[in-house]
């Protein structure tokens, strides 16, 4: 049993995403007893044992599914091909019993591109961390990079280059905030031009560079471009300049679309109850 929380810390510790499954709850005869594990990384690689046959190849299929929405699970099976019961999913195994396996994500909340390790990217990393974010930081500065204590992973690169040679997960965050606008252009066309799908992608900048960026890409891209996921100016209207400031408000506007929040709204505003009081 040590040997397996210790792989499984070291799968979490480099950021692999990850299903433990746990059987919670078996009634009758089955091929698992209550307490077994189960761990499923993202290519379907798996440690441990749920009881293995068709149950353990279903959690397996179910673990890959899940691991896409970040979702956890409690699902009950009955062991008995061609019975049914309700609310209860049959599996093609002959045992007759009922087992209840619980599916947990422990893997990253999310994984984040952090284009420029400067001071708004360094304040954003500390924020991140806390909420369990995995952030992999590119700069070709060693001495700026070398200064960013929250990566998860740090990449002495040239911008451009690193999309085209280590490459950008689909599904994940990306903030540009680069120590040049040409810099931060070349970083945003390039993740257009791979059309690579990601979940959010922002330009730290100015109202003026945004119009400037905006105008020249859809020159380059058509005007039908979807930049329906782009966030710039990047960040929550929250006010305040410093670089600490600006992370939170960043970092707020991550966790809003990560949460699949409508973002920028006031708690206050969701209230449907008789008074408005503002």
Known sequence: MADFYESLLELKRIGIPLMVVVAVAKEGAGPVDVGKKMVVAED????????????????????????????????????????IIPETKTLPMACGGRVTLFYEYVGPKEFVYIFGAGHVAKAL?????????????????????????????????QF????????????SMVVVSTPSHEYDYHVLNRILEKKIQLKYFGMLCS?????????????AFGND???SDFYAPIGLDLGGNTPEEIAVSIASEML?????????????ETRHGKYRYW
Not at 144 to 156: F, I, N, R, T
Request: glycine share 8%; with cysteine; charged share 25%.
């Open 44 to 83: 379907g690689t798996a440690f441990g044992t749920v009881g293995g046959g068709a149950i353990e190849f279903y959690a397996k299929k179910k673990c890959v599914e899940l691991m896409q929405k970040h979702e956890n699970l409690l699902e009950t099976y009955l062991l008995s091909e061609g019975k």
């Open 125 to 157: 990393g500390y924020v991140l961390r806390t909420l369990g974010f995995y952030l992999i930081v590119i700069d070709d500065r060693q001495d700026v990079l070398d200064d960013y204590p929250y990566a998860s992973e740090k990449h002495a690169n």
């Open 160 to 171: 451009v280059p690193f999309i085209d040679e280590v490459g950008i997960r689909e599904n």
């Open 207 to 219: 109202p003026s560079k945004l119009d400037d960026y905006l105008e020249n890409t859809y020159k």
């Open 225 to 227: 471009l979807d930049l």
């Open 256 to 268: 809003a679309v990560s949460n699949q929040r409508p973002s920028g709204m006031h708690m206050r």
